[in-house]
């Protein structure tokens, strides 16, 4: 999506120019809403990852590599689940657990959300303060897409 033009310029009597802004700022919205689902994403993966991994010994990665987070630009919301890639398919086997194979319910990405509320609060207030300010800080967003994005790095 390409930046929209953020003065549009209309004047009466060859004095008096307005100057109208609504794109700009419904766009720079739209970017800062994204920007702090992204970074929320990136906390809950990480703090998914960390529980899981505490909890078991056998670090292959391959639970960590089917952790993932998508934030939809058109919908506009944040989705972080766990992916049947590989053998990161077991990761959600021990998320919802299994009768059959006696492995309990751990739920380790429901408790990662649940725990740090307050933290996911917090990033979420970081990008909204900049609404107020004239020339908000985008803090390096980009247009790209952050669909399918999977970090594999750690973030704090």
Same mark, same amino acid.
């Given at each position: 999506m390409p930046v929209p033009k953020s003065v549009t310029k209309i004047s009466k009597d060859g004095k008096v120019s307005y100057t109208s802004s609504v794109d700009y700022v419904l766009y720079t919205i739209q970017e800062l809403i994204r920007g702090a689902l992204r970074d929320t994403g990136k906390f809950i993966t990480k703090q998914t990852r960390l529980s899981f991994y505490n909890k078991h010994k056998k670090k292959t990665?391959?639970?960590?590599?089917?952790?993932?987070?998508?934030?939809?630009?058109? @919908?506009g919301d944040l989705q972080v689940g766990m992916g049947k890639k590989g053998l990161g398919f077991y990761g959600g086997l021990f998320e919802v657990g299994s009768m059959g194979k006696?492995?309990?319910? &751990?739920?380790?990405?429901?408790?990662?959300?649940? @725990?740090?509320? @307050?933290?996911?609060?917090?990033?979420?207030?970081?990008?909204?303060? &900049?609404?107020?300010? @004239?020339?908000p800080n985008l803090n390096g967003l980009s247009e790209g897409e952050y669909e399918g994005e999977w970090i594999k790095t750690n973030h704090s």
């Amino acid at each position: 999506m390409p930046v929209p033009k953020s003065v549009t310029k209309i004047s009466k009597d060859g004095k008096v120019s307005y100057t109208s802004s609504v794109d700009y700022v419904l766009y720079t919205i739209q970017e800062l809403i994204r920007g702090a689902l992204r970074d929320t994403g990136k906390f809950i993966t990480k703090q998914t990852r960390l529980s899981f991994y505490n909890k078991h010994k056998k670090k292959t990665g391959y639970v960590s590599k089917g952790i993932g987070y998508w934030v939809r630009k058109r @919908d506009g919301d944040l989705q972080v689940g766990m992916g049947k890639k590989g053998l990161g398919f077991y990761g959600g086997l021990f998320e919802v657990g299994s009768m059959g194979k006696g492995i309990a319910k &751990e739920n380790n990405l429901r408790n990662a959300v649940y @725990d740090n509320i @307050d933290t996911i609060k917090t990033i979420q207030s970081q990008y909204l303060s &900049e609404l107020g300010k @004239d020339k908000p800080n985008l803090n390096g967003l980009s247009e790209g897409e952050y669909e399918g994005e999977w970090i594999k790095t750690n973030h704090s």
